[in-house]
């Protein structure tokens, strides 16, 4: 079959209604884009509503995204996509959709597009360690999760396969990941940008104490869903065949994807698709007639057979114009469902429809990793601006004994400058013309002294469960189509509230040993502003959503068992970072990859 052939098969709302499915699964994210592909290549027929619209499939509507990108005036994490009152995503604060209770804010965003949040990810493919699937009984916080990393890391393998990997395995290895014996990425490292070098070679050998242990400040390069080369040596674990990345779209030779150019704007978006997003994963189903796509279907509502207890429907609304409340009602009916809608979407979704789990835990146990930014201007010019965003940072404080008094935690180093800490090249350009008067050459080497020697250092650190941190809904709170709009409750408790003051005195170690000039201030008027130990701080999402329908071992401490599977609603599968117990200090994506795999084993066999 020709790659022009490959992908999914977009319908309409009839073809819907005369079609009884295999399986219907909510959400194009890399979750349910991984189920559909896997159990279509088992001869399953599957069914996809997604909220947003459909454009993104195409090359066309890719590149549409590109340029409402490049005009928009705030570039935040979803500017690429237009505003959809029919499917709101949270904007860090531009659009109310989050109905924020506090003490904290959530402080993040997610899409809800065509392809999910991969459509703005960061590309960082981080594989859990092994002790932190039993946080609870390692270091006495959070919960266990029912399987442990063994388990998992098959699974491990398929994602970084799916994803098109790009690492280096020796290097995880030293800050305790295990693989299988002479395992490689498919695609090699991305080398560190001039910028890590910089700061690198002024942390060489450098050590530091947390609690009785001593760490070392020692860079890495991060493992990245983004094109580099393809490793010759990957070919013994995939039957003798090559990697090859393919099918970001579908037109030659871009459908490849070409291999990362250091745009620095990989949050929102790759210009040349070089970065990983679930499109791929679509446009790679090999049996299109087997896989229907319906895009602009927003799920209302969960229908449950009260006499069997197993669910027999997705009522969803289906819009035409998304900024017209203007909509048809439709049925979804199968064999098997499954939510793969995000951690937020689905448990709104389940509490919706009034079914909140024997356990009570539904919405409950609300996670993130919040990051605390600490900025400052280097001693000469490092190149920032070039590279994907992150290529390397300080991983050693992933594990440790420490993790029972304080939470882990990791550090970005950030190649495109202040931006994130909302003072970044912008304000720095307005400060030179507006208040400095400067033009011509004066403003070149000022932009050039002021931007090209930023550096972010982003702290990005673990939460744990929580039943109180968790998503509600409320009848006062709707949208457009007059579906809920997630109610959030969260707070930081103090465990990572003590990681912060040690990160912040840590960066001004860091910055010192540089020769860094620090510029960090947190301003009260932000509203993620708190006050810790008479220090003020703010802090950042992450973005990685996760614990609202967490699994567990019985359907009295959990929601979904340890193939995602609800304890309740036996044909009914919860995916991704919300069955997550715990997220340690690794970004979450690869690891939701890993269980949509896991968890297609289990739907086969279901089934069957």
């Keep these: 079959m020709s790659k022009s052939q490959m992908g999914v098969k977009l319908v309409d709302p009839e073809t819907v209604f005369n079609t009884s499915y295999d399986v219907v699964i909510v959400g194009a994210g890399i979750a349910g884009a991984i189920v559909a592909k896997q159990l279509s290549e088992q001869g399953k027929t599957v069914l996809i509503l997604e909220a947003g619209t459909g454009e993104g499939l195409t090359l066309k509507g890719f590149q549409g995204y590109v340029e409402t990108f490049y005009s928009a005036v705030n570039k935040n994490p979803n500017s690429p996509y237009p505003y959809n009152p029919n499917a ?19 402080s993040g ?20 360690l092994p002790e932190d699937f039993k946080l609870r009984t390692n270091y006495g916080q959070g919960l266990d999760w029912p399987i442990n990393y063994e388990d998992l890391q098959p699974y491990y393998r398929k994602a970084e396969y799916e994803i098109g990997v790009a ?22 490292e991305l080398p560190p940008s001039y910028l890590d070098k910089q700061v690198r070679k002024g942390l060489e050998k450098q050590k530091v104490s947390i609690g009785e242990e001593t760490k070392e400040l020692k860079l890495s390069t991060f493992p990245q869903g983004r094109n580099s080369e393809p490793n010759p040596d990957y070919t013994k674990y995939n039957h003798g065949y090559n990697f090859v990345p393919e099918g970001m779209a579908s037109v030659n030779p871009v459908e490849y994807g070409e291999r990362c150019q250091g745009n620095a704007n990989c949050v929102p978006i790759c210009p040349v698709q070089a970065k990983y997003d679930a499109r791929k994963t679509l446009n790679t189903i090999a049996f299109p007639e087997r896989v229907h796509l319906l895009p602009q279907a927003v799920a209302s509502q969960v229908e449950i057979d009260s006499a069997t207890g197993r669910v027999v429907a997705i ?4 819009y035409r114009d998304k900024n017209s409340p203007q909509h048809t009602v439709g049925t979804a009916k199968g064999r098997l469902f499954v939510l793969a809608a995000g951690a937020v979407e689905n448990a709104k979704l389940m509490l919706a429809s009034n079914l909140p789990s024997t356990s009570g835990l539904m919405g409950c146990n609300l996670m993130d990793h919040p990051f605390l930014l600490a900025w400052a201007l280097m001693p000469k010019v490092t190149g920032t601006m070039r590279g994907p965003i ?100 969260f707070d930081i408790p103090d465990y990572c509230k003590k990681t912060f003051a040690y990160a912040r005195n840590l960066s001004r170690t860091i910055f010192k040993l540089l020769g860094a000039e620090d510029h960090t201030h947190y301003g009260k008027s932000d509203p993620a502003y ?65 269980l949509a795999f896991l968890a297609s084993k289990q739907m086969f066999k279901d089934l069957n």
Excluded at 167 to 188: A, R, S
Excluded at 560 to 573: A, C, F, G, P
């Design 109 to 128: 965003s997610y899409t809800r597009v065509l392809g999910g949040t991969t459509m703005h990810w960061e590309g960082k493919t981080i594989r859990m």
């Design 315 to 318: 009522h969803y609304k289906r």
């Design 530 to 594: 708190f006050k810790y130990q008479g220090e003020d701080y703010w802090f950042r999402g992450g973005n990685h959503f996760s614990g609202t329908h967490v699994m567990g071992t019985n359907k009295n401490n959990s929601v979904v068992d340890k193939n995602q599977r609800s304890w309740d609603y036996q044909n009914l599968y919860l995916l991704g970072a919300g069955s997550m117990p715990s997220i340690g200090a690794g970004n979450t994506t690869l690891s939701i990859a890993a």
């Design 88 to 106: 709101p995503s949270p904007t860090d604060g531009l659009y109310s959709y989050f109905e924020e209770k506090g003490p904290l804010p959530l």
């Design 390 to 489: 992150v290529t390397s940072g300080i991983s050693t404080f992933r594990q440790g004994a420490f993790r029972k008094q304080q939470c882990a935690f990791a550090i970005d180093i950030h190649n495109d400058g202040w931006g994130w800490s909302g003072t970044g090249a912008t304000d720095v350009v307005r400060d030179a013309i507006d208040s400095k008067h400067k033009y011509g050459k004066e403003l070149h080497e000022e932009l050039k002294n002021r931007i090209s020697k930023q550096l972010l250092l982003a702290f990005m650190c673990e939460l744990p469960a929580d039943p109180s941190n968790r998503v509600s809904i409320h009848p006062d709170y709707k949208d457009q189509l007059g579906n809920y709009r997630p109610v959030i409750h």
């Design 167 to 188: 690492g280096d395995v020796e290097q995880q290895k030293e800050l305790g990941v295990t693989f299988k014996k002479n395992y490689v990425f498919p695609m090699k």
